[in-house]
């Protein structure tokens, strides 16, 4: 059975950090890349940021530039998030997602999230001003 399991979430003051880790089981680690995407209240789900197996590379929106990192380990077939400086519109449901390669670890990376293929159940960030 596929699981992925987000963990980590809580309530934080702006400012201040969490680091979420999403731990994926039943399927083979690195044929998969595991992207994490969040939904704020009233909006559309957004990819934050992602990592590309293969090579390591990374992808980070915008909005999170210099402020998140996402890490790999593929010993414990987990996925970190750590978000540094945390703002209150960071405020969202986050969850991490996987995606299977089939050429380019990367494009399957930077995918759009419909093209993801598992999903686990979400972890809440809220950022209190």
């Known amino acids: 059975e596929v699981q992925l399991v987000e963990s980590g979430g809580g309530l934080v003051q702006a400012g201040g950090s969490l680091r979420l880790s999403c731990a994926a089981s039943?399927?083979?680690?690195?044929?998969?890349?595991i992207g994490w995407f969040r939904q704020a209240p009233g909006k559309e789900r957004e990819a934050v940021s992602c990592i590309s197996s293969s090579d390591d590379r990374t992808y980070y929106a915008e909005s999170v530039k210099g402020r998140f990192t996402i890490s790999s380990d593929n010993a414990k077939n987990t996925v970190y998030l750590q978000m540094n400086s945390l703002k209150p519109e960071d405020t969202a449901v986050y969850y991490c997602?996987?995606?299977?390669?089939?050429?380019?670890?990367?494009?399957?990376?930077?995918?759009?999230?419909?093209?993801?293929?598992?999903w686990g159940q979400g972890t809440q960030v809220t950022v209190s001003s």
């Open positions: 039943g399927f083979t680690f690195d044929d998969y890349v």
């Open positions: 997602a996987a995606g299977q390669v089939y050429g380019s670890s990367w494009l399957t990376c930077i995918s759009p999230e419909n093209e993801y293929d598992y």
